[in-house]
């Protein structure tokens, strides 16, 4: 028996993208959920985007653009994503390890 007999290769490496996209996923909205504000600490950026936003935001009949409440809201959506996203690479590798293919 040669190593690697009855593993299926491809679930394999599809686990393993799955794993550092959820690993990626999880570093960016984990730093947007705890700190949005040490992003912008002086709030340049912020009044930047919401001047040059602003009528554009009005025409689709939004009052302003976010806020950090809603980026920590958005960031913790996909912060569960990302352990969604993990949960399945553990799941695809295991069932490549054990023969069971796309």
Do not use: N
């Not at 996209?21 to 949005?36: D, E, H, K, V, Y």
């Not at 919401?50 to 976010?66: E, I, M, Y």
């Amino acid at each position: 028996m040669s190593i690697g007999a009855g593993v299926e290769w491809r679930s394999v490496i599809l686990g393993v993208f799955c794993l550092s996209l959820a690993a990626f996923t999880a570093i960016i909205s984990w730093r947007f959920w705890r700190t949005p504000e040490s992003l912008d600490p002086d709030g340049w950026l912020y009044q930047t985007v919401h001047v040059r936003t602003r009528a554009s935001w009005r025409s689709r009949g939004t009052s302003a653009p976010l806020t950090m409440d809603e980026i920590r809201r958005w960031a913790k959506g996909a912060l569960a994503m990302a352990v969604g996203l993990a949960a399945m690479g553990v799941v695809e590798i295991a069932l490549g390890l054990f023969g069971v293919g796309p």
